[in-house]
């Protein structure tokens, strides 16, 4: 958060008198004292970057304090303790050594990801820059930086610190900077210099007073103090555009000098980098749930164990029989102090069942799994050269979970590649026919404008051109000979143009076209080239800048016959109040024909303002722009009243074409059950069209409209019109709809449409019914296959997701953008994910993941994202499963040893398990499995259905999971216990002792163990092989060592050579091989018969047959074509719409319940999901 | 931009990266399984058919003698007040009893696996360091020292408590007895005889345990466990090594002789026998029960129906399994197999 220094302001400053001036802070330029204060140096905070979390001293105490604060951690701290201080079963080293490595590998990992923090720190921290004192230049190092000071930076250096810019070496006193680094933006944008100040920085004694650093890039406030000594002080008002900020780079310019406002910690990039909420998975919540299940079984096992073992005690002869009496401590010690350590100590035998290791595989697996998302060459686009982005590897599994896609439309739907199409002029059509052909061919005697039907006069015409010209804020890249080639045309590159918005160089470059250029800008005249190659220069008075509230921007022009005029460009919706309205009309026509076609448009007007209205506006306007205090809201006020009254010249249209893919894209999204919200700042028209070209709108979609335009219709009461609407909407979307079956397609499609003034009445309504239309609005929401929100600011986008975020059931939202404006929603989604697009690098670096394109999503949810689920989701149940019936048996030890802790396995193999004999087959596993190919994970969408809503790891699954572990527990023990009712089981009649019972059940445990996953196992590569095999043999040839040597630090020999005797008896052998079998027998069959059942998919091609081609799987609607099984189907009725809509074709499910557990199995999840279940002979006859 | 650039930045087009390692499918098609339930029932019914009749030849004779019964030979011996009672059971056989011949005492309810009990012993000690015959390791209370604070060799409970009945079994030929040679040797593990368990090194082991006392139960001291023969003594005696081996179920048998020598080794011809057992081990107290059990063994070791029954299940278990895929795979042909 925000520090705020508190410091007194003198009163001297306070000129505006108002309180609220304490938030401000007081720089001194160059420090140098103003002549009339007490010079007090006040306190900032160094120019040092720090986003390192640790320090070479404090990182041990600090990291273990972090770790421990982990609740699995601290369990394991206490278990620890307990072996220590009490006398337990088994020795501190069996939990203590799981727990130092765990805590070791965590901390490895948390250490070097510091060190490269503490690397890129010093990099910036350690940047030589140049700092003026007292006239000279001093070289230094930017983290010795301090407020107030001057600073020297040259071209293409980055700002060390936020900087107030005070000289240029451009002439007209501004300087280009480009904050690629910062928000992305790549475009070069002006900054000017204080007004007025001395040239002479030495001789400079003035005074900033800003407000408080806050993290907003584009907001700020101040002002100068300058002291002249025969004068009265002069103020300047500082906003953004003196502003340059610590990261972003100087372009264009030779060097400039600017003075220290903002340093460190408190610069605004740095306020940006902080406050960055951490996301959990939605399986780390599942993996807390199912820990805490275990460890009421933990508990109650020990509860029951230390309770069987007092009942027992209490019969005669039991507790203390003659060849094992009690110490006499034993026999002093009280009975309840007694019982309470019985009960530690059966906690601490079993609290294996907790797995310690699990963490630490998790997060290995999503540490090392990511890595596969970066160096997918898929995901590699040649045009930027670059590939995907991982931020952070937390949320790997997430994409497999999304059920709601809110997405940008500019520049992630569409390519924000603009094009100029067309324009009207006073109700005129003109259409470029063709751009390239006729770019050379244009004279001025015919027009460049080619006719359609008739022609505004050539007046209107120029005016609208001349309006094009010059009412933007684009600047001519700066490029030798721009300047001396009076009368010749500029070249027509298309990087000749620089502007914040692609847009507005389209339109400049559209005005080209048609014969008039703009030439450039120097010192505040703009001078453009007409149709008859004549320069024509205009006086740039006030430029009256765009924002997203207002949607237009404004220039003020003085034409060298001295009129002052305004030229306004905008949204239709905010210009067209602000015109005659007798013009409107015959525009609106165009522009709605135009936003259906999926343009973009934007009107022009224009006002000639008199001198009076000229002067009135320009005093306003400078007044505005001084005030410290609401500046923007007092600068909107004056632009509304100079905005008004203007004459409607025409409208323009620009193309933003569809990303590549964009529509296959949402194709597939939707077919695999996500539902895709656009929330776009666009406008309705525009919009809608983008979604009918991205078919999330088709032509059954029946749309639902909750904006501005169909609230007014009536003379009713804005408020009354929507909560009819909202019912109405409710009726026809919720009620009315027969309850869908599974996830077939719904008879009719709805589409919902709501603008954001609409949507701030739904959210900001009254106390009392502002809940209730939230929640009808939801609701219709939620049934509608595509919801289109525009005109959203950027706040509004994440109202949006944070509303679904948290409706019932608490969906999986991904929000996808590429800009600035993106980034609210990307934050509060539960996965976001940035496009690296022309809107730069913002919403990338507020991403938890960034790709290239829009297309790419396909592969990064449908692909990744399934595999990750499906393998965390498969490692997480086997890891629950794996530790139970490895401490099963141990606990049914405890009935045969008469409750006396006994343990089963010797400590080796009770430390060992978790981390040697079944961890690495797992995270290979984890790594690598690919239970269906991505090439049918992609060809299939449907296919992602399977596991939607968290469908493998719910508790039905963990049921099974538990369940098999229990069985296989069960067995292990019960089968060694048979086999012992007869000890003797080697061939000379000796017998094995309880040793050898432990190493028995433990072996086939292991082997069962890693047999299980090995049939888990739909993708043996060499690593699974080496892996699973390599686990198998290190435990018997560790085995071996272990009982083959009498160790030297170790005071009993338990095992020496039991395991050798153990493979010396041919019983042992044979109980191993039935056991082994036994425990995967359902397994083995529940394989058989879910392959059986996934041979049925289209052209009966197994899906888990994975294919390095594309198989052919071609749309077969139905069943019809399905061979008969002895299983059940499951089908999607043909979809009813015309489009090529083959996801959803037929699906065979087996309907063995069991076999929906598993990972290969395609059911749908449950919940409100219905089956249609037909026995298959009834289908085919 | 340059190709260098172009490549530095693209991911590597390696298997590994782009996740293309080349892999196996299982295809666990119904050509696959049905043989191989068929392969597997087959072989374990084979299995389970030679484990049972092999487990089925294993004669096996067992004699309860804890003395419950009043009308036991043994009841007497169960007062704990009679010192030294012998008491004889009398058994016949209608057939000759295979040989070799193992003899094993069976006990029951008794905790051998009781934790407190099993840690009861010093490691160190056993393996003949000295050091430990003066300070035995406080593992071994309350039998570390006696009540003059003598240190006890071998300590702990499980030494402490070593089963000390004797057998003598003696065929009754013509109304005279003939002893029947019972071989002590071999009924430890290997390994525990020549490496885990050592003597000190001292001549004559005598004289490693001055200062030291025999376990309070033990009627003689471990140096003096086998008068007939020197290197059965101390802790490498057999009997001693087989008692140590912890049991790991409450119901147990340990091995305490063979009958390997003579006449007997091919086994107890049939005839009448007296076993007369040497009465010491008292188990009334906590509810035990002793046995002894005459058995010969196989390759599987002692008769056990356990294994061979499971195996026999299961086997057909596949089997029933396979048919009745079988048949389902017949009425509803696969599509993958046409």
Redesign the interface.
């Known amino acids: 958060m925000l520090v705020r220094h508190i410091f007194p302001v003198s009163s001297l400053f306070s000129l505006g008198g108002d309180e609220s001036r304490v938030d401000s802070r007081t720089i001194y330029v160059g420090h140098r004292p103003s002549t009339t204060e007490a010079f007090i140096p006040p306190k900032f905070c160094d120019n040092r970057i720090v986003s390192s979390k640790y320090t070479v001293w404090n990182f041990l105490p600090k990291n273990l304090f972090e770790q421990f604060r982990r609740i699995a951690n601290f369990y394991f701290l206490i278990i620890f303790l307990v072996q220590v201080i009490v006398d337990t079963p088994t020795s501190p080293v069996t939990s203590g050594l799981p727990l130092f490595f765990v805590i070791t590998v965590t901390a490895i990992k948390q250490g070097y990801e510091d060190w490269l923090r503490h690397k890129a720190d010093n990099e910036v921290n350690k940047y030589p820059v140049t700092v003026l004192e007292n006239g000279r230049r001093m070289g230094t190092e930017s983290e010795k930086i301090k407020v107030g000071d001057v600073v020297e930076v040259n071209e293409d250096e980055t700002f060390p610190c936020d900087l107030i810019l005070l000289q240029s070496t451009r002439d007209d006193d501004t300087c280009f900077v480009t904050t690629a680094s910062l928000d992305g933006e790549s475009n070069h944008k002006t900054h000017y210099t204080v007004p007025d100040t001395e040239k002479d920085l030495d001789s400079l004694s003035a005074t900033i007073e800003c407000e408080q650093p806050q993290p907003d890039l584009y907001k700020f406030v101040g002002r100068m103090h300058i002291y002249k000594t025969d004068r009265e002080p002069e103020i300047r008002s500082l906003g953004p555009e003196n502003l340059l900020l610590k990261g972003a780079t100087l372009k264009n310019t030779q060097r400039i000098c600017g003075v220290a406002v903002y340093t460190g910690m408190e610069t605004k990039m740095a306020l940006n980098y902080q406050g960055k909420s951490q996301k959990r998975s939605a399986v780390e919540k599942s993996i807390n749930a199912f820990l805490l299940v275990y460890l009421c079984i933990l508990v109650s096992k020990a509860l029951v164990c230390t309770t069987l073992k007092y009942v027992w005690q209490s019969k005669p002869g039991q507790d203390e029989p003659w060849y094992n009496q009690k110490t006499q401590r034993e026999k002093e010690t009280n009975l309840y102090l007694k019982m309470f350590t019985d009960f530690l100590s059966f906690m601490v035998l079993f609290n294996f069942i907790i797995p310690v290791s699990m963490y630490v595989t998790v997060e290995m697996q999503k540490f090392l799994g990511s890595f596969f998302i970066t160096w997918d060459r898929d995901f590699y686009d040649p045009e930027i050269q670059e590939g995907a982005l991982v931020n952070t590897s937390d949320l790997n599994e997430e994409l497999g979970q999304v059920e709601y896609v809110f997405t940008d439309k500019t520049g992630t739907l569409t390519q924000n590649n603009m094009e100029f199409i067309e324009c009207c002029i006073d109700g005129f059509q003109y259409k470029y026919r063709d751009a390239v052909s006729e770019l050379d061919g244009f004279s001025a005697t015919d027009g460049p404008v080619s006719k359609l039907q008739e022609k505004a006069g050539k007046e209107r015409e120029e005016l609208f051109l001349r309006a094009l010209c010059l009412c933007h804020t684009v600047q001519v890249k700066d490029m030798a000979g721009v300047d001396g080639m009076e009368g010749c045309p500029p070249p027509h590159e298309q990087t000749g143009f620089i502007a914040s918005s692609p847009d507005e160089v389209a339109l400049v470059k559209g005005a080209m076209r048609y014969g008039f250029t703009f030439l450039g800008m120097e010192s505040k005249k703009m001078k453009i080239m007409n149709r008859s190659n004549a320069i024509e220069t205009y006086d740039l008075l006030h430029v009256l800048n765009f924002d997203p509230v207002r949607r237009r921007m404004s220039v003020i022009v003085r034409s060298k016959s001295g009129d002052a005029l305004l030229f306004c460009k905008g949204a239709d919706s905010s210009i067209f109040p602000r015109v005659r309205q007798e013009e409107v009309e015959k525009i609106r026509v165009h522009v709605e024909r135009n936003a259906t076609e999926g343009y973009r448009t934007l009107c022009v007007a224009y006002k000639k303002l008199s001198p009076e209205e000229y002067a009135r506006a320009d005093a306003d306007l400078q007044a505005a722009r001084l005030a410290l205090q609401d500046r923007e809201e007092k600068l909107i006020a004056v632009y509304n009243q100079v905005e008004a009254g203007m004459t409607l010249i025409g409208a323009t249209a620009v193309e933003d074409r569809l990303q590549e893919e964009a529509a296959e894209t949402m194709e597939a999204l939707q077919g695999a059950g996500i539902k895709v919200w656009v929330l776009t700042g666009d406008k309705m028209e525009t919009a809608k069209s983008t979604c009918y070209a991205c078919r999330l709108f088709q032509r059954g979609t029946e749309l639902l409209e909750l904006t501005v335009r169909t609230l007014e219709d009536g003379v009713r009461k804005r408020e009354e019109r929507l909560h009819d609407l909202l019912l109405e909407y409710h009726k026809k979307a919720v009620q009315d709809v027969p309850p869908t079956k599974g996830w077939s397609k719904p008879s009719q499609d709805f589409g919902f449409i709501i603008d954001g003034a609409s949507l701030s009445m739904v959210f900001n309504s009254s106390e009392s019914s502002s809940s209730h239309y939230k929640n009808l609005f939801l609701q219709i929401c939620q049934n509608c296959t595509t919801v289109l929100c525009c005109r959203m600011a950027p706040l509004q986008k994440a109202q949006i997701v944070k509303m679904v975020k948290c409706s019932k059931g608490s969906p999986i939202t991904l929000s996808i953008g590429d800009g600035a404006n993106d980034v609210s929603m990307i934050l509060e989604a539960h996965v976001g994910i940035g496009i690296k697009g022309k809107e730069g690098r913002q919403a990338v670096r507020n991403s938890d993941y960034a790709i290239p394109k829009l297309k790419h999503l396909k592969k990064l949810l449908l692909g990744h994202g399934h595999l990750y689920y499906v393998r965390i989701a498969h490692l997480v149940q086997y890891f629950f499963y794996k530790n139970l019936c490895f401490i099963l048996p141990q606990f049914l030890y405890q009935f045969f040893c008469g409750y006396s802790q006994q343990p089963l396995y010797d400590a080796a193999y009770l430390t060992m398990y978790n981390i040697c004999f079944t961890s690495m087959p797992i995270l290979a596993y984890s790594l690598l499995e690919q239970h269906i190919c991505v090439e049918v994970l992609l060809d299939n969408a449907t296919l992602y259905r399977s596991i939607a809503k968290n469908a493998m790891l719910r508790w039905v699954p963990f049921l099974y999971w538990t369940l098999l572990g229990v069985f296989h527990g069960l067995l292990f023990f019960f089968g060694v216990r048979f086999l012992f009712g007869n000890p003797a089981l080697q061939a000379n009649g000796q017998v094995f002792g309880n040793w050898s019972y432990g190493t028995i059940v433990f072996t086939v445990l292991v082997f069962t163990v890693t047999f299980k996953l090995a049939l888990d196992t739909r993708h043996w590569t060499w690593i699974n092989h080496f892996v699973i095999w390599g686990s198998l043999c290190f435990y018997v040839i560790f085995s071996f060592f272990w009982g083959g040597i009498i160790w030297p630090f170790l005071k009993q020999q338990r095992l020496y050579y039991v395991f050798a005797h153990m493979l010396s008896s041919a019983s042992a052998w044979l109980v191993i091989v039935l056991l082994i079998l036994l425990s995967l027998l359902p397994d083995i069959l529940l394989v058989v018969l879910r392959k059986s059942s996934t041979a049925f998919l289209p052209r009966g091609r197994p899906l888990s047959s994975c294919c390095r081609r594309r198989p052919a799987l071609t749309a077969s609607p139905g069943v019809t074509e399905v061979s008969p099984s002895p299983c059940f189907l499951l089908h999607c009725p043909p979809p009813n719409t015309d489009h090529d809509y083959h996801s959803c074709s037929s699906l065979v499910c087996f309907a063995t319940p069991l076999a929906c557990f598993l990972p290969d199995c395609f059911c749908p999840p449950y919940g409100n999901v219905h089956y249609h279940l037909h026995p298959l002979n009834s289908t085919s006859r | ?1 340059s190709k260098e ?2 490549t530095a ?5 390696t298997a590994f ?14 050509g696959i ?1 049905i043989p191989g339930f068929v392969i ?1 029932g087959v072989a ?1 019914i084979g ?1 389970g058919v030679a ?1 049972f009749v092999t487990s089925q030849n294993i004669q096996v004779l067992e004699k309860d003698y804890t003395g419950i019964e009043t009308n036991s030979s043994c009841f007497k011996c169960t007062n704990p007040r009679v010192k030294n009672c012998n008491c004889t059971i009398n058994f016949s056989l209608d057939k000759l009893f295979e040989g ?1 011949v ?1 003899v ?1 005492y069976g006990l029951s309810n ?9 840690a ?1 012993k010093d ?2 000690q056993l393996t003949g360091d000295l050091a430990y015959f003066t300070e035995p390791s406080t593992s071994c ?3 570390q020292r006696d009540a003059k604070n003598k240190p006890i060799v071998p300590c702990g ?1 499980i030494a ?2 070593m089963f000390n009945d004797t057998f003598k079994l003696f065929q009754i030929v013509n109304s005279g007895n003939v002893a029947v040679p019972l071989d002590g040797k ?4 290997w ?2 005889y020549n ?2 368990y050592r003597n000190p090194t001292t001549n004559p082991l005598k004289n490693a345990f001055n200062d030291t006392v025999k376990p309070i139960f033990w009627p003689r001291p471990a140096y003096e466990l086998d008068t007939t023969n020197a290197a059965n003594n101390g802790f490498i005696n057999q009997d001693f090594l ?1 008692w140590m ?6 119901n ?4 305490y002789r ?1 009958i390997t020598e003579g006449e007997y080794a091919k086994g107890l011809p049939a005839g009448d026998y007296a076993l007369v057992i040497g009465y010491n081990y ?1 188990v009334k ?3 035990g029960r002793k046995k002894v059990v005459f ?1 010969n ?8 129906q ?2 061979g029954i ?2 026999l299940v ?1 086997g057909s ?2 089997v029933v ?1 396979s048919i009745v ?1 079988l048949i ?2 017949a ?2 042909k ?3 197999e046409e």
Not at chain 2, 110 to 118: A, E, P, T, V
Request: aromatic content about 18%; glycine content about 4%; proline content about 8%.
């Open positions: 931009m650039e172009n930045n693209r991911p590597d087009n990266t782009q996740q293309r390692l080349p892999a196996w499918q299982p295809m666990l098609s119904a399984v597997i374990f299995i484990l070799p193992f094993y008794y905790f051998q696996n009781y934790r407190k009990y099993g009861s490691a160190a209370v309350p039998y409970s402490n408590s071999g009924i430890a593990w390994t525990d490496i885990k087989v081996r912890r049991s790991a179920l409450p147990f048998r340990k091995l063979r008292p107290a906590f509810d058995s063994v196989s390759w599987m070791g002692g008769k056990n356990f294994l499971a195996y299961i278990l596949c399994m895929m389902v795979y009425k509803f696969f599509p993958d």
